[in-house]
């Protein structure tokens, strides 16, 4: 059943449905933490959460939002119209990996991607097939991914990702296999004394080697309450 909820930290409004994979506070965190500037690609945009939480952005001229699963991607669409956004927002329903064969290449200035990620065989297959495709690398693998961003970015065109801390040695490896350097990178904690589960990561297409870290992101107190800079990152909510 379809709801309509509260895009955070902005007067927009998004259509999800309890049945299918619903945004987390992933997105959330990778939207604030992307730096993104001219022709905008958000790879497995689900229902569209970063192009509505980027949607007014001031360097933004175009957003396009990437999603296989057509169910999904016409809820996407829908909320762009809802709220009125089309002339910003534009969502596909295309497979990552057929790109390259309908955009130019060195077409795209910033790309944003919440990838699955668990490879096959990780862990047990969600039976919903949504859910399936959302968390595991049954339609798109992080090979693809980078292959297809290093294809659409410009020179010293960014990416950004969020993904889990096992998969950090594959990330780099694979961003520096494609050309896309890797530049700054923050760790989230689910909470004090508790190791961190997700990195969120930038990189520059024909970048330069100069790797830093940037503050950490600690989501929630000792209290289960979330901490202040969750609280700021969501828009004061």
């Excluded at 991607?73 to 790109?99: G, P």
């Amino acid at each position: 059943m379809e709801r309509l909820d509260k895009v955070p930290g902005t007067p927009y409004e998004i259509i999800q449905d309890k049945k299918l994979f619903s945004y987390g506070v992933d997105a959330i965190l990778l939207s604030y933490f992307a730096k993104p500037k001219g022709i905008v690609m958000d790879l497995g945009t689900g229902t569209g959460i970063i192009p509505l939480r980027l949607a007014d952005h001031p360097r933004i001229k175009k957003i396009y939002g990437v999603e296989l699963q057509r169910n999904v991607a016409e809820m996407a669409e829908k909320s762009v119209y809802l709220n009125k956004l089309e002339n910003k927002i534009r969502i596909l329903n295309e497979n990552i990996k057929e790109l390259p064969g309908k955009f130019p290449k060195a077409s795209i200035d910033t790309i944003i991607t919440n990838p699955p990620y668990m490879k096959p065989g990780a862990a047990l297959v969600n039976p919903e097939e949504n859910h399936a495709i959302s968390r595991h690398e049954l339609a798109c693998t992080l090979e693809d991914i980078m292959r297809v961003s290093s294809w659409l970015l410009s020179p010293l065109g960014k990416l950004y990702m969020v993904h889990r801390p096992n998969r950090l040695v594959d990330v780099l490896y694979a961003m520096r296999t494609h050309g896309i350097e890797p530049k700054l990178m923050t760790w989230v904690y689910p909470k004090p004394g508790k190791p961190a589960n997700l990195f969120l990561i930038e990189g520059v297409k024909g970048g330069r080697m100069d790797f830093k870290y940037g503050d950490p992101i600690t989501v929630y107190r000792v209290d289960g309450k979330y901490t202040d800079q969750i609280n700021t990152i969501y828009g004061g909510r």
